[in-house]
């Protein structure tokens, strides 16, 4: 036993300097557990050899048999004696060197490239290890770092002799290349100047000449790309060069051109530098706006100046056109064929509504009315009485003053006044001419001219818009005669006619004055002309197909579109009108009402008007400035058979302003408690009521006021007397003044007066029937005409707005009295009565004629009824609850609230009226009034409501919200005793 452990002593003595050489032969380490590799290893694993060389040696070396299993055998499989060798050089080593013999190389990169070996690579003491760093394409190699320090851009490193743990890692950069760009004079090239570009992208550049200048030609390279204003070098991966050159750019020439009405500076055609910014000025004539500004045949609008930016070389071109004025349409008015009238109407300058403004007498058959362009004068062309009527227009409030009619020939259908308002011509089918007559500027009086021959059944008459030339559209010949128009004198001197299609009724000028278009009624077309311009002469271009039955055709002020009223199918044909050429391309066509007449744009060009001659009404619509397409708005009612529009325009839009209001006060017929009239002014902002000095009336008992349209008279109905009181009213105070008053039947309960102020009309309780009284317009005094049966105790009375209907609400026989009245005289005659609710207190029109309502004061609801515009009969529809018991029903100036009195609870109801059918829908919950309110009135703005409170002897006053239609109120101001009804005044401006 002892002699073979001497002999592994001797072998390991023999081994030892053996195992010095043999670094690269790791020892097992640390096998004693204290985390030190020193000599006490060593030994352990020299026991391990012993035991591996006499397994038998047990009762030396037992403890350490286990950790055999973490030898490293050599390579023959077997533990034998090569194994203890092994072992016994380890641990030799472990007593030579107490440290680690083998290192950790770890290598890593950056994006865009990569080093061989990567990762932890492990080394033994003493080796050497080399590693290959490899960029990605386009990318170059940015620096390689040892152990944190920079060794450099290179592509290869190796480690000799390890004797250390170390760390490599590389970074990578993008290839980049230079572009160089340059320019030459009198241009520029953007970047400018070398640009670093990274390997694989793009880099634009943009090559801008100076005015007057343009590329010559750019070289990329070298090579030429041709004279572009930008070049882009893709997927660079070389060095580039790019370089631009500029030559001066030709003079270019401008056609300026401006239609009539109107210039342009400068004019004609001028030279001008290429790249410069030539300025134009536009000026309209008096009279006149600009209507377009066509600049190389696009519109630019309607400006005032122009600047070309950097003109090209070539030839451009510039041309403008006017229209006329475009201030604010404040009047309208409208021939009702039928009835021999004028009506009257005011514009919303927001909507294009128009509002009843009263009306007049005109001769038999107007079919046609006329404003002079300073909106003084308007004329119609009656076509029974072969007369023109001649009105003064009060600009104010749009009213009409008759003045001297002047004859025509035999069935005139049509009356035109020139641009400059110095003549007026008409057409008269019958005698196949054309009257001409000299305005007066003063007065509008016409005095007549020469006449001229047309052709057969001359229907209408219109005037270019430079006043030079006429045209007359022939019915019968289905022609257009062409006239000259003599600037002194007016006179016209024919040219050659022109044909047209069947049955021309129309004939419209553009207000450039370079195209007309004429309506042929027989063939259902449009045709379309060019103008001379020298001389006035048309040249047929290509007609379109419009609906059924054209019966006119006009241009809008902008001169973009054209619309035509179709008689038969009932609709609105639209076109869009070619600025170069005139040519009309359709649109989608609109619905109008029955036998629409005449379509009529308004000044502004923002609305259309088309009048309906079968359903007696006029069609609102608005215009879509860039389309030219119709949006129907709205419905007026007119008075009979419209025919024909014309407006008035003004510096401003319309307004209404509250002035006076006057509340009778029945008392109580004695001497403590007498009649009055309250009198009050209006704050126009508050519409909050100051009292001024009350009228006495006496005991006469006054039960209702009313005041007639002019706002200069007032009448009362007095109950107890038996009569009408009539009063002047100061303009500047509101106090009344007494006149004559006139004898009325028993009990008259309600006095109203009709939309012209020419009629007035009480109802009669007692004698159950309504008074009649002719108005004389200078005085205001009352003549009495004959009387007319009414229902059993009417209480109420009311005209509608065309003034062509009455109705009467009869108390206790519970139903509707239904009138129509005479337009000379003012007579009733009685038609069909209609059913209404319980006790019918009063009764009332909405502004637009189409609906009423009566207030019924037993059944607590108001009845709903919508009126045949014909005949004026009354058809119901469905009612309405109201509060208990009401007594009074009103309908605000804008048609869209009505406001019930409701006496028994003291409220005051709001609804909003359907547009379409005149349904009542509540608005929100009914405000609080004073005691007792029967009578309910809104003043002429549409923004103030009164009601008169009987019981606590006062008047309410509310504020109307706009949108909404609901009520606030303010505060109530005294009245006199039993105050039973309140009415306002107002103002135009």
Known sequence: ??????????????????????????????????????????????????????????????????????????????????????????????????????????????????????????????????????????????????????????????????????????????????????????????????????????????????????????????????????????????????????????????????????????????????????????????????????????????????????????????????????????????????????????????????????????????????????????????????????????????????????????????????????????????????????????????????????????????????????????QASGDISVYRIDQATGALTAGTPVAAGLGTRSVAVDPSGKFAYAANNGSDTISVYSIDQATGALTAGTPVAAGSGPLSVTVDPSGKFAYAANGTSNDISAYRIDQATGALTAGTPVAAGTSPAHVTVDPSGRFAYAENTGSGTISVYSIDPATGTLLQSGTTSARSAPVSLAMASGAAAVKYLPKFAYAANLGNGTIISPGTISVYRIDQVTGALTAGTPVAVGFSGPRSVAVDPSGRFAYTANQSSFDISVYSIDQATGALTAGTPVAAGLGPASVTVDPSGRFAYAANLATNDISVYSIDQATGALTAGTPVAAGVNPSSVTVDPSGRFAYAANTFAGGISVYSIDQATGALTAGTPVAAGSRPFSVTVDPSGRFAYAANELSNDISVYSIDLTTGALIAGTPVAAGTRPESVTVDPSGRFAYVANFDSNTISGYSIDQVTGALSPIGTPVAAGAGPISITVDLSGRFAYAANERSNNISIYSIDQITGALTAGPPVAAGVNTFSVTTTGVIQ
């Open 1 to 474: 036993m002892k002699t073979r452990i001497c002999m592994v002593m001797m072998a390991a003595a023999f081994f030892c300097v053996a195992a010095m050489t043999h670094a690269a032969v790791l020892p097992q380490g640390d096998l004693n557990g204290d985390n030190n590799i020193d000599v006490s290893d060593a030994l352990k694993t020299l026991r391990i050899a012993v035991q591996l060389v006499d397994p038998t040696a047990s009762d030396l070396f037992q403890a350490d048999v286990a950790p055999l299993s973490n030898g490293l055998p050599s390579p023959d499989g077997k533990v034998d004696i090569a194994d203890a060798l092994l072992i016994l050089r380890r641990a030799v080593q472990l007593v030579t060197w107490p440290f680690s013999i083998t290192f950790t190389i770890t290598a890593t990169t950056t994006a865009n490239g990569t080093i061989d070996p990567s990762g932890a690579a492990t080394v033994a003491r003493g080796e050497s290890q080399t590693y290959a760093i490899t960029p990605s394409t386009g990318y170059n190699v940015a620096d390689v770092l040892v152990d944190g320090d920079s060794v450099g851009a290179v592509t290869s490193y190796t480690f000799t002799s390890v004797t250390a743990d170390h760390t490599i890692s590389a970074s990578f950069t993008p290839q980049t290349f230079t572009i160089t760009a340059s320019a030459g004079a009198d241009g520029g090239i953007s970047p400018a100047g070398p640009a670093t570009v990274n390997y694989g992208t793009s880099k634009t550049y943009t090559i801008t000449p100076v005015a007057g200048y343009h590329v010559a030609d750019v070289l990329v390279d070298g090579d030429s790309v041709g004279a572009v204003t930008s070049y882009t070098f893709i997927g660079v991966t070389a060095n580039h060069t790019i370089a631009a050159s500029f030559a001066a750019n030709p003079p270019a020439t401008i056609t300026a051109d401006a239609g009539a009405n109107g210039s342009i500076s400068p004019n004609g055609i001028i030279t001008v530098p290429s790249g410069t910014s030539p300025s134009f000025t536009v000026s309209a004539n008096t009279g006149y706006r600009v209507a377009d500004v066509v600049v190389d045949g696009v519109s630019k609008g309607a400006l005032t100046s122009y600047s070309f930016t950097n003109v090209t070389a070539g030839s451009h071109t510039i041309s403008v056109s006017f229209g006329v004025d475009n201030l604010p349409a404040r009047f309208a008015y409208v021939t009702n064929f039928s009835d021999n009238t004028i009506s009257s109407y005011t514009v919303d300058d927001t909507t294009g509504r128009l509002r009843h403004n009263g009306y007049v007498a005109a001769g038999t058959r107007p079919a046609s009315v006329t404003v002079d362009p300073s909106g003084r004068f308007a004329y119609a062309a009656n076509s029974a009485s072969n007369d023109i009527s001649v009105y003064r227009i009060n600009q104010a409030t749009g009213g009409l003053t008759a003045g001297t009619p002047v004859a025509t020939g035999t069935n005139s259908r049509s009356v035109t006044v020139d641009p400059t308002g110095r003549f007026a011509y008409a057409a008269s089918i019958g005698s196949g001419t054309i009257s001409v007559y000299l305005i007066d500027q003063a007065t509008g009086a016409l005095t007549a001219g020469t006449p001229v021959a047309a052709g057969s059944g001359p229907f209408s008459i219109t005037v270019d818009p430079t006043g030079r030339f006429a045209y007359a559209a022939n």
